[in-house]
């Protein structure tokens, strides 16, 4: 009874705000609202595919300029979390918001990443065909729209970001070549790069070292920590080890719900979270 | 991966609107309008003479290489595969078709308003443009991709087929509209006539290829080229991916529109076998041939497949089939990146040969 | 001059002709003469006197009488009487133009007719229009004389002719036999044929402004119970009202019955789908495969019909059944090849695959054309496969379109159970959920692909055999399938036969129950645009699998 009323008084809440009555009053990218403290907030989500409940109940509170690790074995939802974040999947009920003002679940991927919320794919997807400038070209903050789009050039300003990122992210060297031919780990870089360009609040990044030699992990870990602060970062990872070098705030997600939280001492000395890893996992790392 | 894996340095002169393969293209296209036509002006008696029935012929191949390049924009660079576009192609031909039957005898009903050359100007652009919206705004907003898409548009040229092969249509059943006499106040057998047409063709030929090319070296060709390779990438960075589709899906049917509109006088009929998907799949084989994400390659793969067709089926009709399937199996096979492919891999060999030629002298 | 001798000589071969002919009947009427004193004993003369009599009151030029002399025929003891009957509806009773003999006209598609004796039935030589007058009659007599004859058939024959007999009698009872079939029918045994006879019976009484009776007709589908009843129904009496209330049951039920008609008709188009989609679903799905040359694989199939049936010309039964493994292996073949040459080598690029096979169906159509020919051809259904089963007045199922239902119901009862208990299906499945998982757990996906590609293939060519016996066998024939075959998949979800299923048979019926409101066109353009608009909904098929998609 309690979940019905409370959808029906947000939908009401939603209705009935002031900047969203007509849609067009709406500012574009109306900035997000974190004076209230946490810049991501799950409340109670829940979703299952033919039966497979994915995400049971979860609830999880990200607070902004943090930097969180989330582990778990595979198949306990941590993909599907990130799914349900940035849009892609819809959650059977619960609650998403960004801040403190925008319901996640009334919008869309694209207006998900165009609010600041960006996302690193498990595997690293960059543009092949496109160089390593274009691509951060076009994940630059800036204007979406089709037309706007078609009569875009690239300014100084835009030229300088790009600059700054390559630097980050350590491509300069690399600028006009094609993202297709980079190594694995520097497509992984470039991707990160791409989500910098977006100047997002909130990075989603999907096991990034998967596949990375020691060095390139160590790169990555550095520039992961140095992101932290400057916007919110959100790791999902399998590896303890790299969990480990950069984590403060660690998640243990079991079976779609919040198994253990606190820091990476905590967490590993929690029983229930050594037998579902069975010591297995932390001792290979 | 099967793009341009040679290249491990992006040719940057590429992106600009003037790089050397749109002036080279734009030169060929242009000298070769103005070749054909001094030698048409040539006497009959020169040896030189190419005959008004030629003229015509290479007009019909110009409206080809128009809906070659819609068939590009969208296949080449966005990665959608349309089997349907002989769909707007003959939607435009249609509109067409119903001015000039005008001229001649008034049309009924609604039909009356095309008597006006400028209402059926609009018509040719905006009856494949609003197909193509509402097509494409309900496939591309609950992401119909790949080779789903391609049936449905081949369905939806089928069903356009079956539609205008009706006579309560009221554009002619089965044998479609025909008995064109006039356009604009001048006769369609006159000689000027012909050449006009011809020099209207080459010239939107010419028009549509810049337009594609600005559009391709634009930021929007590049999120469309994004899209093709990695659509959730694109709108994870924000990108609305439908809408990028969708302007794109329109311009192309647009193109295709235009393109029907100037082959109808050329030809003298359009009639519902435009609609059948074979047509529509022939186009793509053109663009194949030529090389597809390359403009000038469906520029040159309409062309070369057209002539072919017009020699063969003269000479030896049964083998036409063969020849075209055939075509079919061996660009997908041994030619994936098409003519174009194989003239860049080899400019690619040369220039990489000139480096280290110059590497060589100078060490 | 020559006049007269051309007027003379016309004269003498009149003359001879007459006299030849004369003398043919007086040798006729000698020889039965002759037979007919050599047979001792009077009893034969008085047995012959009565049937005589009978068969005088026939020549008369009045109808009525005619009728009345026939009754009285029907009534009569007279032995011959059903055949005497029969001649009489057929026209070849008749008598001696100038004698007092019967005959019966065995054969009158010639000149001349056999005919025999109408009482003693002995072969009497031939007669002419000249030499015989057969008796005429007219509609209304017709109709007395069928009813006459379905009266009489129910006294005699086997169950299955007295069943006829009534059914012949419905709207044939008048006042003048009501009570003999009445009495009949209370003999009857047969409980079908005595509800027959209470059908036909409450019509009469219905007529006669029985309202009881019409109690009896509710339901009842007959044409003729369905026309006297809205005739009576015009009128404006209590009687009118009942029967109108009648009539609406007939009305609804014959209603039910069309909606049955349809639903066959629908679930055999159906069926067609199914079968030319199935082969697709499973390539489609096991390999993501668009196989556009599948249509000419189904043409491979027809044809292999047609070229068996003229192996074995006159036995179109024993090359159906031939044909049926002959048209998988022929078409099997042929997908193996395919697969073979081309389509390993794109492996991965679903539209590369979806130009090239096109091209091959290109090659397939027209190598089709050079070898046999463009026309069609026409392949002979065993007469076991013609016809039609009558269910009822109002519903009749062809008996091929039933056969081509049950056969792609077998075929997709067969297909299921080989991917279900099968090594093959399990290996099928396992490359269809993860191929580099079940490569790696060692099943050879190379080989899987080999064999689903020449299953869906002959599948195909299954397909190709069922079409062979609904419709011409021709180059184009897999043409015009393969846009309804993917949508039929694509509908149904991609690699789910249950789906394909599903789909193929709902899109028959809807096609089916639209047409006889827009027309055959607009119906599959309404389908067509229906199906399209499906998929952008629900862009996984009917039974989508939800799950996370990565």
Known sequence: MSVIDSTRFDRLREFARPDRVFDFMAPAQSPVDVRHGPILYLEDVSVSFDGFQAINRLNLTIDDGELRCIIGPNGAGKTTMMDIITGKTRPDHGQVWFGSRHNLLTLDEPQIANLGIGRKFQKPTVFEALDVTENLELAMAGERRVWKTLLARLDHEGQARIDEVLETIGLSGERYRLAGVLSHGQKQWLEIGMLLMQRPRLLLVDEPVAGMTEPEMHRTAALLTRLAGQQSVVVVEHDMGFVRSIARQVTVLHQGSVLAEGTMDDVSSDPRVVEVYLGGDEEAA | MTTQTFLHERDRSRQAFLSRSTLLTSLVLIVGMLVVLVLNALPESSAWHVSNATVSLLGKYFTYMLLALAVDLIWGYLGILSLGHGAFFALGGYAMGLYLNAQTSPLPGWQSIMTYFPVAALAVLLAPGLLALVFGWLAFRSRVTGVYFSIITQALTFALMLAFNRNEMGMGGSTGLTRFYELLGFSLASEGMTVALFVASGMAVLLAFWLCQAITVSRLGRVSVATRDAEARVRFIGYRVDHVKLALFVVSAMIAGVAGALYVPQVGIINPSTFAPLFSIEVVVWVALGGRATLYGALLGALVVNYLKTVLTGVMPDAWLFILGGLFVLVTMLLPQGIAGVISTWRGKRRDGEKQDRQEVSA | ?550
């Not at chain 3, 209370?186 to 006669?208: H, I, M, N």
């Not at chain 3, 027209?366 to 013609?386: A, E, G, I, Y």
Request: proline residues 3%; aromatic residues 6%.
């Open chain 3, 1 to 550: 001059m020559t006049k007269i001798q051309h007027s003379a000589g016309r004269f003498l071969t009149r003359l001879l002709t007459h006299s030849m002919l004369l003398c043919l009947l007086l040798a006729c009427g000698l020889g039965i003469g002759s037979a007919a004193s050599a047979a001792p004993g009077e009893p034969q003369a008085q047995a012959e006197e009565e049937p005589r009599a009978l068969l005088e009151a026939l020549d008369t030029r009045s109808f009525e009488d005619k009728g009345d002399a026939a009754q009285a025929i029907a009534e009569s003891a007279a032995e011959q009487k059903t055949r005497w009957l029969q001649a009489l509806l057929d026209g070849r009773l008749g008598k001696e133009r100038r004698g007092e003999r019967f005959y019966i006209i065995t054969d009158d598609s010639g000149r001349e007719w056999p005919i025999i004796d109408a009482i003693t039935f002995e072969d009497a030589g031939t007669g002419t229009r000249r030499t015989v007058e057969a008796f005429k009659i007219n509609n209304d007599l017709r109709t007395r004389i069928e009813g006459l004859l379905a009266s009489l058939s129910l006294n005699a024959g086997d169950e299955a002719s007295r069943l006829s007999a009534a059914q012949r009698l419905v709207g044939e009872v008048t006042a003048g036999n009501a009570d003999r079939v009445r009495g009949m029918r209370d003999d009857e045994e047969s409980d079908a044929v005595r509800d027959q006879l209470d059908v036909a019976l409450a019509l009469y009484d219905v007529q006669q402004g029985d309202i009881e009776a019409l109690g009896t007709l509710r339901g009842n589908l007959d044409t003729r119970v369905r026309n006297t009843l809205s005739s009576i129904a015009a009128g404006d009496s209590e009687l009118a009202a009942e029967a109108q209330s009648v009539l609406g049951g007939i009305e609804s039920k014959r209603a039910w019955y069309d909606r049955a008609q349809t639903l066959f008709f629908g679930l055999s188009a159906g069926s067609i789908l199914v079968l030319a989609a199935i082969g697709l679903a499973i390539t489609f799905g096991v390999m993501g495969v668009i196989n556009m040359a599948h249509g000419e694989l189904i043409m491979i199939g027809a044809y292999t019909t047609w070229m068996i049936q003229q192996a074995l010309p006159g036995q179109p039964g024993l090359a159906l059944a031939l044909a049926i493994p002959g048209g998988f292996l022929v078409a099997g073949a042929f997908g193996v090849l395919i697969e073979r040459t081309v389509i390993r080598f794109l492996k991965g690029r679903p539209l590369e695959t979806l130009l090239a096979t096109f091209g091959l169906s290109l090659i397939l159509q027209q190598l089709v054309r050079s070898v046999f020919s463009p026309l069609n051809r026409r392949v002979t259904s065993p007469d076991w496969l013609q016809g039609a089963w009558q269910i009822n007045e109002a519903l009749s199922l062809t008996l091929n379109r039933l056969a081509v239902l049950l056969f792609c119901l077998a075929v997709f009862a067969g297909l299921w159970a080989l991917m279900r208990y099968t090594r093959l299906g399990l290996e099928v499945r396992a490359v269809t959920q993860n191929r580099a998982m079940a490569r790696a757990m060692g099943v050879r996906a190379t080989r899987v692909d080999m064999l689903t590609f020449g299953l869906g293939a002959g599948v195909a060519g299954l397909a190709g055999v069922a079409l062979s016996q609904l419709t011409n066998v021709g180059p184009n024939l897999g043409q015009s399938y393969i846009v309804d075959s993917f949508l039929v998949v694509v509908f149904g979800g991609v690699g789910n036969l249950w789906g394909t299923l599903v789909a193929g048979m709902s899109l028959g019926v809807i096609n089916q129950v639209l047409q006889p409101w827009v027309g055959a066109v607009l119906a599959k353009i309404i389908v067509l645009v229906g199906v399209i608009l499906f998929i952008q909904k629900r862009p996984q098929g009917i039974f989508a699998p939800k799950g996370r998609t990565s």
